[in-house]
């Protein structure tokens, strides 16, 4: 079974500045993918990123970025440059081919952004 | 651009009753999966569906739920006797690759009174 945690209940980051959030998975498969999904206040979930575990190189998307590590299981988002619409709540999830095609969702961060 | 859409964006029902939570996919994928957020909680996965069929469900997924494409758009949820815990935000999503990403709809907040 697949299962994700996000140890962060809560981030706090000053507009243009760069935040992390916190993300590993337990997986024993060897064929899986990753994902940050954003949540509004609107509650509509949205794809930030995707890492395919068989690549090495990090994923990115403009201001967004990940660290894979996947000796150690960790998959973190960076946000540069800070936006005031970046205000929301961050998951991350996970999909293996074992698994068929569910998504394993963390239980969230929340990103409040201070102008 | 393509996206995944969902009818009512909102639905009050008495508890007993039945509700159909609609969605329409992406009109070229394949793959068909029902979440729920309970509020305040993660996203759980319901349900995936795959050639017309249930490819894979949770245990939140019981005798109580179904789902069906009754035609060539539309892809449906059906709560048959609903109960206070049912209430939730549920997302409907679709992908065109098996392993690539899921496109979800903006959810159907579901309350059970």
């Known amino acids: 079974a697949q299962t994700v945690t996000q140890s962060q209940p809560e981030m706090s980051v000053q507009e243009a500045e760069t935040v992390t959030l916190s993300c590993t998975y337990d997986?024993?498969?060897?064929?899986?993918?990753l994902f940050w999904y954003k949540q509004p206040p609107s509650r509509q979930m949205i794809l930030v990123i995707r890492q395919e575990a068989y690549k090495q190189q990090n994923a990115t998307e403009n201001r967004f970025s990940v660290n894979f590590q996947k000796a150690a299981k960790s998959f973190s988002l960076k946000i540069s440059d800070s936006q005031l619409g970046d205000a929301a709540m961050y998951f991350c999830?996970?999909?293996?081919?074992?698994?068929?095609?569910?998504?394993?969702f963390g239980g969230g961060t929340r990103v409040l952004v201070k102008p | 651009e393509p996206e995944v859409t969902q009818t009512p964006s909102h639905q009050v029902t008495q508890m007993g009753q039945e509700v159909i939570l609609r969605c329409v996919p992406i009109s070229n994928h394949l793959y068909f999966y029902w979440y729920r957020q309970i509020l305040g909680q993660k996203v759980e996965f319901l349900v995936s569906?795959?050639?017309?069929?249930?490819?894979?469900k949770s245990e939140i997924f019981d005798d109580q739920f179904s789902v069906e494409r009754p035609d060539g758009s539309n892809f449906t949820l059906k709560i048959r006797s609903t109960k206070l815990e049912d209430s939730a935000m549920y997302f409907c999503?679709?992908?065109?690759?098996?392993?690539?990403?899921?496109?979800f709809g903006p959810g159907t907040r579901l309350t059970v009174l």
């Open positions: 999503a679709s992908g065109g690759d098996r392993y690539n990403e899921q496109f």
């Open positions: 569906f795959y050639n017309n069929e249930i490819s894979e």
């Open positions: 999830a996970s999909t293996t081919k074992a698994a068929g095609n569910k998504l394993t």
């Open positions: 997986t024993s498969e060897s064929d899986y993918y």
